[in-house]
């Protein structure tokens, strides 16, 4: 059976939705909610507050019907009265410069990003760098007078050999490629191209860019400047066997006049995110010590200026810090972390004392409901985030003076327009008597008592977290009525690093137990049609959705995305080659092959009855594309109904970047259930 996203299925599954019972006439104001708005929709990203206060610069990303993608222009918000104006038609990483009269950003210019900044006395715009290496991380020096950012580095390919001399004007073969690096090959960009990611400076009126760093390594962000401006302080894997480290990253500072490096943490572990305190006198950092386990909290270190004697803020807390500022006068850190499957906001004294500010934060995707959001902070403390909740997607906020502002909008036109599904928690109880957090939704117009078929989806990870946020795939199922069930079982991060840690070297096995419960208490608060229960995930959510039907046969149909079915090729062909070996299992492939075997859901296919798609991206580099055929193989071998979809271009982590295919990948899933689906009784 040969399939793709097809354009059939979208149709069919738009006639489905139109003929649901519940569904609300496409006359009415409160018409449903359909793939085609996903060109409507628009989310803030990264808010920047000006040192003032006063103003907001930020990111809003909206999708481009004509290109299909997700374009990024830049905004001002006046924080007294909310009133927003244009600031760049296209760009990202905006960043104020000290006194607030300039802004830096990045926007593209030609084939590749350049770094302009703009003054915002004249409206006048110029850009600074002419280089080809697409800068990130922008940092201006606090004396104003220079930026620094991270840009990568063009390399020569590695050769063995040569062909023979090409006679001129013949139109021979591409050369060979040769691979010899450890990790060759990102989800996303794909395979590893020569070069590596180092610091420049550059004057902020322009000028030549000057390199700091150098070697086989790849210096990342975010930068932080010291008071003085003379020193940068970055976090990097370095050293002679820098190519077999996993996570052992550390915090440098690096001279900016001479180019001496100093290495400021030396722990196993990653050390990552440095922020100098604003009086010079501390370093602020993320890390943890490495102990090999599948999750650990991230935790907020504080040392002295060269990182000596450190002390984490937050290992009482039992969070995982997301990000971390000083607060201008330098007795506190506002740092954001995830909560019970909610990001948060909170300051954090220096002897750790934790006061919570904002609870709302939200942002970063549009498909699934996982957890996300920026933040940045002014001088006079008040903070810019982007928050939202499960009807509308992120929108720029602030908190001051002890409560939280709405600035903007985005999408209050469209979204009051259409009949979005209402979204609650339900109470769930796992096998081991666990409290599990869950939410669900219902179609919109479903009569109260009504029972509906079931969709659970999984979130990936499987060390990440869902929460009551918008997503596009539960509104769409949801419209086409179905009700829509997520969870965050026990693996699940923002429940702390033991519940994080209960399924460390033995996934996937007791979350299983704990979806379950989930279903069944669905069906229990008289929500879900008990004959008519369906399950998805992806990643992480997809290993969970194969190993289900590998367990019981109460679903009528299953859609596992991008999933992985046999750790043994998982971990020899995922991009980061030295992971999974490492932290979810305790030998090597080769040394215990029962062991991985035992806990891939291929070991359960000879038991699978239920019909099974399985959809991946064609550029999936992270559980790649031969992991989904596999299965697909060995369910076609069986007779098992199944049908293989691969999104075309798309990697792991860009699976629904582009609005049309993440439509159609909703609709071929709905499509493939609603094959299953019976008629209400």
């Known amino acids: 059976m040969r399939l793709s996203l097809a354009i ?87 960043r104020w410069s000290p006194d607030g009269t300039r802004v830096a950003y990045v926007a593209g210019d030609g084939d590749g990003s350049q770094l302009f900044v703009r003054w915002l006395a004249t409206g006048a715009s110029a850009r600074v760098t002419a280089f080809p290496g697409d800068p990130q991380a922008l940092a201006w020096s606090p004396n104003g007078t220079r930026l620094a950012y991270v840009a990568t580095v063009a390399g020569d390919p590695t050769t063995l050999g040569k062909a023979p001399p090409k006679p001129e004007g013949a139109k021979w073969a591409e050369p060979l490629t040769v691979i010899d690096r450890i990790n060759y090959r990102n989800d996303g960009p794909g395979y590893v191209k020569p070069g590596r990611d180092h610091l420049f400076v550059v004057a902020a009126e322009g000028g030549a860019a000057r390199q700091l760093t150098f070697g086989p390594y790849d210096d990342g962000g975010p930068l932080s400047w010291t008071p003085d401006s003379r020193e940068i302080v970055f976090a990097a894997i370095r050293g002679p066997d820098a190519e077999r480290q996993v996570m052992n990253s550390d915090v440098i500072a690096v001279d900016v006049a001479s180019g001496a490096l100093r290495t400021l943490t030396t722990r196993d572990g990653p050390d990552g995110q440095p922020r100098v305190s604003p009086d010079g006198t501390r370093i602020a950092w993320l890390g943890f010590d490495d102990k090999r386990r599948s999750y650990e909290n991230t935790q907020l270190y504080v040392g002295q200026r060269d990182a000596a004697d450190p002390r984490s803020l937050t290992a009482a807390l039992d969070r995982a810090i997301e990000e971390a500022i000083w607060a201008a006068d330098g007795r506190s850190l506002y740092a954001s972390y995830d909560d019970r499957g909610q990001r948060r906001i909170a300051r954090i004294a220096l002897d750790g004392r934790t006061t919570p500010l904002v609870d709302n934060v939200a942002g970063g995707g549009l498909d699934r409901p996982y957890t996300g959001g920026d933040f940045s902070v002014a001088k006079n403390g008040t903070v810019a985030y982007t928050g939202g909740d499960a009807s509308t997607p992120a929108d ?123 279903v069944d208490a ?102 790649p594309v031969s992991e989904s055929e596999q299965y697909y193989a060995a369910l076609q071998i069986r007779g098992v109904p199944t049908a293989l979809v691969k999104v075309p271009g798309a990697s792991h982590g860009g699976f629904t970047a582009r609005p049309s295919q993440s439509a159609a990948k909703a609709s071929a899933i709905l499509a493939w259930f609603d094959r299953y689906r019976t008629p209400a009784k």
């Open 8 to 94: 059939a299925l979208l149709a069919a599954t738009s006639a489905s939705a139109q003929q649901q019972p519940n569904a609300v006439p496409a006359t009415a104001p409160d018409r449903a909610f359909t793939g085609a708005d996903l060109f409507g929709l628009s989310i803030a990203a990264d808010p920047q507050i000006s040192p003032d206060g006063r103003t907001i610069v930020y990111v809003r990303r909206t999708a481009d019907v004509m290109t299909d993608r997700m374009a990024s222009s830049l905004w001002l918000i006046d924080v007294a009265s909310g009133r927003q104006s244009p600031f760049a038609t296209q760009g990202s990483s905006p």
């Open 396 to 518: 720029v906020w602030i908190w001051s003076g002890g409560k939280a502002r709405r600035l903007t909008q985005l999408n209050a036109v469209m979204t009051s327009a259409k009949a979005l599904a209402p979204v609650r928690k339900i109470a769930v109880t796992a096998p081991d008597g666990r409290a599990i957090d869950a939410w669900l939704a219902t179609p919109p117009g479903r009569a109260p008592g009504t029972r509906v078929p079931l969709i659970l989806e999984i979130h990936g990870g499987p060390n990440s977290a869902y929460g009551p946020g918008f997503a596009t795939d539960v509104q769409l199922y949801a419209a086409a009525g179905y009700a829509v069930l997520w969870t965050n079982p026990r693996g699940s991060t923002s429940y702390g690093a033991e519940f994080a840690n209960l399924i460390d070297k033995k996934y996937p096995a007791d979350d299983y137990g704990d979806l379950i419960a989930a």
């Open 522 to 623: 669905a069906i229990g608060d008289g929500t879900a049609d008990a004959d008519n229960l369906f399950v998805t995930g992806g990643s992480g959510g997809g290993v969970l959705t194969a190993w289900i039907v590998g367990k019981t046969d109460r679903f009528k149909a299953a859609a596992t995305q991008k999933p992985v079915i046999n750790w043994t090729s998982e971990a020899l062909t995922m991009d980061n080659t030295l992971f999974t070996s490492r932290y979810w299992f305790t030998k090597l492939p080769w040394e215990d092959p029962m062991g991985y075997w035992n806990r891939s859901p291929l070991s359960l296919v000879g038991n699978v009855k239920t019909p099974t798609l399985v959809v991946v991206g064609s550029d999936d580099y992270r559980t």
